[in-house]
Nanobody, 117 residues
Framework: QVQLVESGGGLVQAGGSLRLSCAQS????????MRWFRQAPGNQRELVAT???????NYADSVKGRFTISRDNAKNTVYLQLNSLKPEDTAVYYC???????????WGQGTQVTVSS
């Protein structure tokens, strides 16, 4: 059974930085497409960043140039570096592991990021 545990959220001033981590236990991490989503109060959950098994990355337009997703297959961990944070980045950030071959995905419990103006 795949389990995902996020960490690294917190309160930061606008313009600041945070690094989120998501550690996977169970399953084969390197087989999974890893994604970060976020959900602000009253909003739908939105896809923020994706990193494929190849290492190829993709970002939402709203975070391009500010956020960086990376993965360390040896540590079964995916990261999201958040720079130049804005108040509108405030949300609960969720880690997602998607196993394309099985059509299954798994979610972490979420970590709160709050950006003050």
């Amino acid at each position: 059974q795949v389990q995902l545990v996020e960490s690294g959220g917190g309160l930061v001033q606008a313009g600041g930085s945070l690094r989120l981590s998501c550690a996977q236990s169970g399953g084969v991490f390197s087989n999974n497409i890893m994604r970060w989503f976020r959900q602000a109060p009253g909003n739908q959950r939105e896809l923020v960043a994706t990193i494929a098994t190849s290492g190829m990355t993709n970002y939402a337009d709203s975070v391009k140039g500010r956020f960086t997703i990376s993965r360390d297959n040896a540590k079964n961990t995916v990261y999201l570096q958040l720079n130049s944070l804005k108040p509108e980045d405030t949300a609960v950030y969720y880690c997602n592991a998607f196993r394309l071959a099985l059509g299954r995905d798994y979610w972490g419990q979420g970590t709160q990021v709050t950006v003050s103006s």
